[in-house]
């Protein structure tokens, strides 16, 4: 009859990498929707953990890919931290999640655009969720239209722009669209699937 301990020695590498980007991923999800906060104690180790990962995976190679992926994501993210877009968490999470680049082959994924395609499909979800928050709250059609006066306004000489202004009520943690790319991208490749490779 088959045990626990059967089960957990049948997972692969690639499993055990899964289950704790999950474990992770629900940490963070968690911590950013009750407090909008994803604190250091969750996102500093598991760089370290990502990174230590990449080496015993590939060694020295692993590790070089895996300091690059964090350098990466900090580079994308970092910009929208710096501009008041992000939190310090979010792009802290990104690049825990990009430390795993080095480990990236072992489910198909390139380890040089591993948090490329984690930070494009970041932003993916994250606009499907802010469009269905928008549609659920009743909101879509005035968004439509401060869309529409920002468009209008913008290429209207002689008129100011009218820039859309966000409701405040309406901010989604973004450390989640972040969790929920970082599972789905290594247990599923959707960009591979849906035919996106805009990186090679």
Do not use: H
């Amino acid at each position: 009859m088959s045990t626990k301990t059967d089960f957990l020695t049948r997972l692969t590498e690639a499993e055990w990498i899964g289950a704790w980007i999950a474990i992770v991923a629900v940490a963070a999800s968690f911590t950013d929707f009750r407090s909008r906060k994803i604190y250091n104690w969750l996102t500093l180790p598991a760089m370290a953990f990502g990174l230590g990962l990449s080496f015993f995976m590939n060694g020295p190679v692993g590790f070089f890919y895996g300091a690059l992926g964090i350098l990466i994501a900090f580079a994308l993210f970092g910009i929208l931290w710096f501009a008041g877009m992000l939190g310090a968490g979010d792009v802290k999470l990104l690049m825990a999640f990009s430390a795993l680049s080095g480990a990236a082959g072992v489910v198909g994924q390139k380890p040089l655009t591993f948090s490329l395609d984690l930070a494009l499909l970041s932003i993916l979800v994250g606009g499907a969720l802010a469009i269905c928050i928008l549609f659920v709250t009743g909101r879509m059609k005035p968004f439509i239209r401060k869309f529409y006066r920002f468009l209008l306004t913008a290429v209207t000489p002689g008129l100011e722009t009218e820039f859309p202004v966000a409701d405040a009520r309406l901010k989604m943690p973004f450390g989640i669209s972040i969790a929920v790319a970082a599972v789905w991208l290594w247990f599923g490749n959707p960009l591979t699937r849906w035919g996106i490779s805009l990186w090679s």
